[in-house]
């Protein structure tokens, strides 16, 4: 089974503080995405990577970056929160094939922006 | 522009009968198709999927129907149970990548 695992279930934060959400997977997936879910908009993609050291911006990458240093971890990086970021955060992780790959999520993290 | 739309954000069926969640895309490039499903404070979890070379595929109680011609997938859930209440995603990818691109979820109520 694929398990992909996020650091923070919930998190609190006030505006400004720089915050890092973790994701780890451990199914030597090549694919990893960051996506946050709000409320009538579905999943909005907010940046990928196929590789080490390798991203991709999503569809709203701003206000956002990313790290990936091993394969098996991508973290998102909020330099300065401000509460219209406060949402659910999605990672997910696919295996490369070149054709009709699945994506296999996290739990989520629930960020409050304060 | 949103590529992949679902017009329902909510649809309340009987246990036993039938469910069918709809889903319109416009991207003639899309050529794979896939249904999430996701509870509260869950992260989504694969249901099942379609490739543009079919027009059906069933798993157990789900199945999706493909209509290429009018860019229109659905998903069936027979017969419909409580447990199956959760919001579903439908998600599309074309031949140049690995993202998805997602419609806004439906959330579907089975009452007992």
């Known amino acids: 089974d694929v398990k992909v695992t996020q650091s923070s279930r919930y998190l609190v934060k006030r505006t400004g503080e720089k915050v890092f959400l973790e994701c780890v997977q451990d199914?030597?997936?090549?694919?990893m995405f960051w996506y946050r879910q709000d409320p009538g908009l579905g999943l909005r993609l907010i940046y990928f990577s196929y590789d080490v050291k390798m991203k991709e911006k999503g569809d709203i990458p701003e206000g956002y970056s990313v790290s990936r240093e091993k394969k098996e971890r991508f973290s998102l990086i909020l330099e300065s929160a401000s509460t219209n970021q406060t949402s659910m955060y999605l990672c997910a992780s696919s295996l490369w094939t070149g054709l009709w790959e699945t994506q296999y999520f996290g739990p989520g993290t629930r960020l409050l922006v304060l | 522009d949103q590529q992949v739309k679902q017009n329902s954000p909510s649809l309340s069926v009987q246990e036993g009968r039938i469910s069918i969640l709809n889903c319109d895309y416009t991207n003639s490039m899309f050529d794979y198709f896939l249904w999430y499903k996701k509870y509260p404070a869950e992260g989504p979890t694969f249901l099942i999927s379609?490739?543009?070379?079919?027009d059906k595929n069933e798993d157990g109680r789900f199945t999706v129907f493909l209509n290429k011609s009018a860019k229109h997938l659905s998903l069936h859930i027979v017969p419909s149970q409580p447990g199956d209440s959760a919001v579903y995603f439908c998600a599309a990818s074309s031949p140049s990548g690995s993202r998805l691109t997602f419609g806004e979820g439906t959330q579907l109520t089975v009452n007992p």
């Open positions: 199914m030597d997936h090549e694919n």
């Open positions: 379609i490739s543009s070379i079919k």
